[in-house]
């Protein structure tokens, strides 16, 4: 594994009134963001996301109608892991780094 | 309700508060988060027990404040809400703040004209928008409290304030909160967003005076930016046919296609066609027959956060029968509509 890849997080924003990333959806959201251009706060929000066991990985239930989910991939050297995270639990910097796209 | 909404289990916080290899402020951190996450839980609960107490006394409240009040905010391209005040929206230069104003109020109007329900809470309570939420930001919500809207990027989408249908999709969320209390999951979470696709709908049908035979049943159609009208999308989602090339996200239209774990944005397909073709069914508005049947489940079926998409089917053909015994087509309809779609 790369240096550049241990420290890459990848990015994809999913739901909202328009079902990003559905299956058939003509839209989808990604970005990436290497974790060394986080501030120390940013990057500690997200060691704490990837803390918990397996269990983090299955998605929460939402409370806001319409929000977006953030889905989080970070590879590590047991294989890739992916947390879903509410947007308003996501640090500025993660919810900027995507690109809406019309596929 | 079910409360299991934290992205970080309370097992798992407990684990890292008595771990003692980790830094004594970690530990601190984790064990007063776990203590939050009950408070919030609690706090939830409570909500819920509240809402469903004040249901009875509902009918006197709305006596007190016959109108909601209808107050819109502005992010200024934050994430900060509710934002600036927007002072007398209504009249506002800025064509945002004035629809998020007007809209609401219309929307009000609708459930209160049509259904005899003040507010989404039916006690008044007061209707709060936000616009111009973070850059470029291309969704709406309801927040538990409030309705939320983003600008679009001027290529996807443009302003959600623009789509009468949005605004009355995002407030119908408040009155499903306050009545079914539909989770977001499955067949609830499908429900949760054909609801307010279908009155979202009716509402925009009941401002442009359309029956039924006369609505095109799209959802999002003036929210859509140029560059993807260039694409050939036209809306969101189409109710009268869910899996049209034409929309942004494709649904099923068959309950058979839904399984466990689906975006409720995609799982309200065949929910939606079978109150489209409902209505359809029906010469007329909407709103006279076969939204009265889908509104009276809304509002006496109680609290059913894990709501089946059959039960809701079952308590509509009972309502129809019970609501418009002189008029049998309207339950032949709303059978017609389920059975369309597998139910």
């Known amino acids: 594994m790369s240096d550049d890849t241990a420290h890459k997080l990848k990015v994809e924003r999913k739901g909202g009134l328009a079902g990003f990333g559905s299956p058939n959806s003509r839209v989808r959201s990604l970005g990436s963001v290497d974790l060394r251009t986080l501030s120390t706060a940013d990057r500690q929000t997200v060691e704490r996301m990837f803390a918990g066991d397996s269990r983090s990985a299955s998605p929460p239930r939402p409370v806001r109608a319409d929000a977006f989910q953030y889905h989080l991939t970070m590879t590590t050297p047991q294989g890739e892991k992916t947390v879903v995270v509410p947007e308003d639990h996501v640090p500025d910097a993660i919810r900027d780094s995507v690109q809406d796209e019309l596929l | 309700m079910s409360c299991t909404c934290f992205f970080v289990p309370k097992?798992?916080?407990?684990?890292?508060?008595?771990?003692?290899?980790?830094?004594?402020?970690?530990?601190?951190?984790?064990?007063?988060?776990?203590?939050?996450?009950?408070?919030?839980?609690?706090?939830?609960?409570?909500?819920?027990?509240f809402i469903s107490a004040s249901r009875p006394l509902s009918a006197q409240l709305e006596e007190l404040a016959a109108q909601p009040e209808s107050v819109v905010f502005d992010a200024n391209h934050t994430h900060t809400l509710p934002g600036k005040t927007v002072a007398n929206p209504g009249s506002s230069s800025d064509p945002s703040a004035k629809r998020a104003y007007t809209q609401a109020a219309r929307v009000a109007e609708f459930y209160q004209t049509i259904f005899k329900r003040n507010s989404v809470d039916n006690a008044g309570a007061t209707l709060v928008s936000s616009v111009h939420y973070a850059r470029n930001?291309?969704?709406?919500?309801?927040?538990?409290?409030?309705?939320?809207?983003g600008d679009g990027d001027g290529k996807i989408f443009i302003d959600f304030t623009g789509g009468n249908d949005v605004i009355g999709h995002e407030l119908t969320h408040g009155v499903t909160q306050y009545t079914l209390q539909l989770g977001y999951e499955d067949d609830a979470g499908g429900l949760n967003e054909s609801l307010s696709d279908c009155f979202g709908s009716m509402f925009r049908q009941w401002e442009a005076k359309q029956t039924s035979q006369q609505a095109d049943w799209l959802i999002g159609s003036d929210i859509i930016g140029p560059v993807a009208k260039e694409r050939n999308v036209t809306c969101l989602r189409n109710m009268a046919n869910p899996a049209d090339p034409r929309t942004l996200s494709p649904q099923p239209a068959k309950y058979s296609q839904l399984s466990p774990g689906m975006d409720p944005h995609f799982t309200s397909g065949p929910p939606n066609l079978a109150f489209c073709t409902a209505c359809k069914g029906v010469p007329g508005n909407s709103w006279d027959t076969v939204g009265q049947v889908w509104y009276h489940v809304m509002v006496t079926a109680g609290p059913k956060p894990q709501m089946t998409m059959a039960d809701f089917a079952g308590r509509t053909r009972q309502a129809a029968v019970q609501l418009f015994e002189a008029k049998p087509e309207v339950a032949k309809s709303v059978d017609a509509g389920w059975k369309l779609i597998g139910l």
Do not use: C, I, P
């Not at chain 2, 530990?27 to 009950?38: K, N, P, T, V």
């Not at chain 2, 930001?137 to 809207?149: D, H, L, P």
């Open chain 2, 11 to 49: 097992s798992v916080l407990e684990r890292l508060a008595n771990d003692k290899t980790l830094a004594a402020e970690l530990r601190r951190a984790a064990f007063e988060s776990s203590l939050l996450s009950d408070l919030l839980r609690q706090s939830r609960l409570q909500h819920g027990a």
């Open chain 2, 137 to 149: 930001y291309n969704n709406a919500m309801w927040n538990g409290t409030q309705m939320v809207y």
